[in-house]
């Protein structure tokens, strides 16, 4: 990895996006691959898409999603603690001791998730609860709700937590929005390397960062009735189901390292993603296989169907303690589902037909 993709996926990383308040970070992206694209847009709600060879009537998207879980100032007591909702699939359990960015409107101010102690909780089993969305709060170090409000807080401000980007052991990269920032890394990463390689590619590529995937896969609706792409391919994460507490027979079993993570289902069409197969194996690049029953629960599902149906495929990467502030994913991985998006893409023929049969 270069010095300046290292930086830029550190301060990307760091950044807050939550959902619906993404701007900052797709600034921050825009500014990066900007050397890479012909052009860009950006849509009214902040989906941002660089575009290779736009004359092109033929278009191919690579996408992922730039949002991340948050929470909602919901209410403030008398006393100035700060209960909350959701924005995404937040979890409480993890809350309690956690610290935390309340984005003001007068800018960033720091708070902790309390809780009582251990010894206060044991003596009586009631006082013992588990942490969700009743007995959550925020404690800003204020004495009363007017003093919050005069921090700039109020309902309807939202809160991210504060946990920057690390490296473990030299062979993961951790983080609070690995899910899926990490996945606008990997796309704009494509895009700097077919312009340093001096690929031309026989088609359009307009490489897509949406919002508001956490909150059903808004984004990438807008984005997917904007372009009318012939051809969509998403990148996300799911889960690495060796750490402890998973099971195999139902969550799969995939391994952080060993690969991409490539979905058999309804919404991923048959043909693209037999040639994402046949592109891995002749690059020799490692993949694991996944199934959907239904939806894959991703934007892939957006772009599959949008606009009559677009054959869309998706490439996931390996993902440890998803919607907590560790995330954790595998150096390796990460460059391989580059390459192997990279290597897709110059695989795709000029209007090339994916249908079964015609």
Same mark, same amino acid.
């Given at each position: 990895m270069s010095q300046e993709s290292q930086i830029f996926l550190e301060k990307y990383l760091n950044n807050a &996006?939550?959902? @619906?308040?993404?701007?900052?970070?797709?600034?921050?992206?825009?500014?990066?691959?900007?050397?890479?694209? !012909?052009?860009?847009?950006?849509?009214?709600?902040?989906?941002?898409?660089?575009v290779i060879n736009a004359k092109a009537d033929y278009k191919v998207v690579i996408e992922a999603h730039a949002d991340e879980i948050s929470w909602f100032v919901n209410y403030i007591d008398d006393k100035g603690y700060i209960y909350v909702r959701r924005n995404g699939g937040s979890d409480a359990l993890i809350a309690?001791?956690?610290?935390?960015?309340?984005?003001? $409107?007068?800018?960033?101010?720091?708070?902790?998730?309390?809780?009582?102690?251990?010894?206060?909780?044991?003596?009586?089993?009631?006082?013992?609860?588990?942490? !969700?969305?009743?007995? *959550?709060y925020i404690d800003m170090?204020?004495?009363?709700k007017q003093e919050v409000l005069d921090k700039g807080v109020d309902v309807g401000t939202v809160v991210t937590f504060d946990a920057d980007f690390l490296e473990l052991n030299n062979r993961y990269y951790v983080g609070r929005?690995?899910?899926?920032?990490?996945?606008?890394?990997i796309i704009a990463q494509v895009a700097r390397m077919l312009?340093?390689?001096?690929?031309?590619?026989?088609? @359009?590529?307009? *490489?897509?960062?949406?919002?508001? $995937?956490?909150?059903?896969?808004?984004?990438?609706e807008m984005v997917a009735d904007t372009i009318k792409p012939q051809v969509a391919i998403v990148t996300d994460v799911c889960h690495d189901t060796q750490s402890p507490m998973y099971s195999k027979t139902t969550d799969g079993d995939f391994t952080a390292g060993d690969g991409p993570v490539l979905t058999f289902g309804p919404a991923v069409q048959n043909n693209l993603l037999k040639l994402i197969m046949e592109t891995a194996n002749k690059k020799k690049i490692p993949?694991?296989?996944?199934?959907?029953?239904? &939806?894959? @629960?991703? !934007?892939? !599902? &957006?772009?599959?169907?949008?606009?009559?149906?677009?054959?869309?495929?998706?490439? &996931?990467?390996?993902?440890?303690?998803?919607?907590?502030?560790?995330?954790?994913?595998?150096?390796?991985?990460?460059?391989?589902?580059?390459?192997?998006?990279?290597?897709?893409?110059?695989?795709?023929?000029?209007?090339?037909?994916?249908?079964?049969?015609?």
């Open positions: &996006s939550p959902t @619906g308040f993404e701007e900052a970070g797709q600034k921050i992206w825009l500014d990066y691959i900007k050397p890479y694209i !012909d052009d860009y847009t950006v849509d009214n709600y902040g989906s941002v898409v660089g309690p001791s956690m610290r935390v960015n309340i984005h003001g $409107e007068e800018g960033i101010v720091k708070g902790v998730f309390g809780w009582p102690a251990i010894h206060v909780r044991n003596k009586e089993k009631e006082r013992n609860p588990m942490p !969700d969305l009743k007995n *959550i170090g204020c004495s009363s929005a690995l899910d899926n920032r990490i996945g606008g890394y312009k340093e390689k001096k690929k031309k590619l026989p088609f @359009g590529l307009y *490489i897509a960062n949406c919002v508001q $995937e956490e909150i059903g896969l808004r984004g990438a993949y694991q296989r996944a199934s959907a029953s239904r &939806s894959t @629960g991703t !934007d892939t !599902d &957006s772009f599959a169907y949008s606009n009559g149906g677009v054959p869309s495929a998706l490439i &996931s990467l390996p993902l440890k303690y998803m919607h907590t502030t560790v995330e954790t994913v595998h150096k390796e991985d990460v460059e391989n589902v580059i390459k192997l998006m990279y290597e897709t893409l110059l695989s795709i023929k000029k209007g090339q037909d994916f249908r079964y049969f015609n």
